[in-house]
């Protein structure tokens, strides 16, 4: 029973429900795990760990009492775009609101307009350097959203950026398609010619392509509304991609019901979801994805109904929706501290809603969000006494060290 890398003397937060009678976080104290290759090939108490694990470790990290969690995923983002939205932040603040500034020509199009004029180069640059930041906070998996090119070429540029982000980040990227992120300036005229392209061409071009793990649409009165989100869903299930929807942000637009109609496995921001549509999508087993980031940046004040979603038993994730125009939020600390203090999560449920639900959303269930046996050896060392303060701080990066597919990086 060799292995490459042991952790010893660890608090271990392992999120881990399935052990019997789990301690909040799963917790397990003084304990260790063992990594081979880029697996957990054991987990527990220091007091059960095997003498041959100690012996035959290729080499021993001493956690000396620090806290150790699953690697955090982060399930919703807008990695990968061009330019920036600071001027429409100063309008905001002098009063014009997002959808306004959206409907005179600004918001996602702005964005639009400057990701279509940038190279491959500066679009993976930028990105680059966000998702940099991501892991320098314990982000070991990153879902990463086209949606800001609405051509055939820009989409798939984004998504090939978004490819090689994976490959040149010691990082997981999972890619999701959202060609629906608004309607191409080309199509003021002809709605259902937009979604012609992105079901006639666009997905068939992604999935020849191999680009894109899932897809999404933005269910929205300035987006789309549900009935074209669903013939662009119908397309996407056909070559079996998973499902998202941005459901009910800015508006009761029927989004979380139409993401249980097509049994998406998340509907995302969900502010304005009726207790019809949360009550359809327990039903459905469909998760929700909170972004209490763009509820921030956009100074929103409708809440998700966070209580009906737990009384319904719906596995709640939490994000960054790290974008240019509604959540600039390069931390996933900071998206759970404001999914406690404003949307009254509790500290363990925003960790769960940054590791073993957010797999969940992304198909990683057992895999990813959990230090398990088994399970990949995705882990981060904290400098903390508890891991509520990772939902504490604001600003503060006490990530100390990160295990990845078991490669340890210290920071
Ligand atoms: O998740 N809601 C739609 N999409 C993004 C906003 C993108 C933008 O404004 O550029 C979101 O909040
Ligand atoms: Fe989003």
Redesign the pocket.
């Given at each position: 029973m060799s292995c490459d890398l042991l952790i010893e003397n660890a608090m271990l937060a392992t999120m881990n429900e399935s052990a019997p009678n789990p301690l909040p976080y799963g917790e397990i104290a003084n304990g260790g795990v063992a990594i081979s290759g880029d697996r957990i090939e054991w987990v527990g108490a220091m007091s059960a760990l095997s003498s041959r694990f100690r012996e035959d470790a290729a080499s021993i990290l001493d956690a000396k009492g620090r806290w150790v969690t699953p690697g955090l995923i982060d399930c919703?983002t807008?990695l990968v775009?061009a330019g920036d939205?600071a001027r429409e932040f100063e309008m905001r603040l002098q009063g014009a609101s997002?959808e306004e500034i959206?409907r005179g020509g600004g918001?996602?199009a702005s964005?639009v307009k400057a990701t279509r004029r940038a190279t491959d180069e500066e679009l993976f640059s930028g990105a680059s350097r966000r998702l940099s930041t991501l892991q320098s906070f314990g982000v070991t998996t990153v879902e990463v959203k086209s949606?800001?090119g609405l051509d055939v070429e820009t989409e798939l540029r984004m998504l090939r950026v978004a490819r090689r982000l994976g490959t040149e980040h010691p990082v997981a990227v999972r890619t999701t398609f959202l060609g629906a992120?608004a309607l191409a300036p080309e199509y003021v005229a002809d709605r259902s010619g937009y979604i012609d392209l992105i079901c006639e061409t666009m997905i068939p071009k992604v999935i020849d392509e191999g680009l894109a793990d899932g897809i999404d649409a933005?269910c929205?009165g300035i987006?789309f509304t549900p009935e074209e989100c669903e013939r662009i869903f119908t397309a996407g299930r056909r070559y079996g991609l998973p499902i998202r929807v941005?459901a009910d942000?800015?508006s009761d637009s029927g989004g979380a019901a139409l993401a249980a109609r097509v049994g998406a496995v998340s509907a995302?921001?969900l502010e304005y979801a009726s207790e019809a549509g949360i009550q359809a999508m327990a039903k459905s087993g469909t998760s929700a994805v909170l972004?209490p980031g763009?509820f921030y940046f956009?100074g929103e004040e409708q809440m998700p109904p966070v209580d009906v979603l737990r009384s319904q038993g719906i596995s709640i994730a939490i994000a960054t929706?790290l974008?240019?125009?509604?959540?600039p939020i390069n931390s996933p600390l900071i998206a759970m501290n404001m999914a406690c203090v404003l949307f009254g999560l509790n500290p363990e449920e925003a960790l769960c809603g940054m590791t073993r639900n957010a797999a969940k959303v992304l198909g990683m269930q057992g895999d990813r969000g959990v230090l398990r046996e088994g399970s990949s050896a995705d882990l981060v060392l904290w400098d903390i006494d508890h891991p509520s303060e990772l939902s504490y701080w604001i600003g503060p990066n006490p990530c100390g060290a990160v295990v990845q597919a078991g490669v340890l990086r210290l920071s």
């Open positions: 919703h807008h775009f939205r997002y959206a918001g996602i964005t949606g800001y992120h933005f929205e987006a941005h942000q800015l995302d921001h972004l763009a956009l929706d974008n240019p125009g509604s959540s």
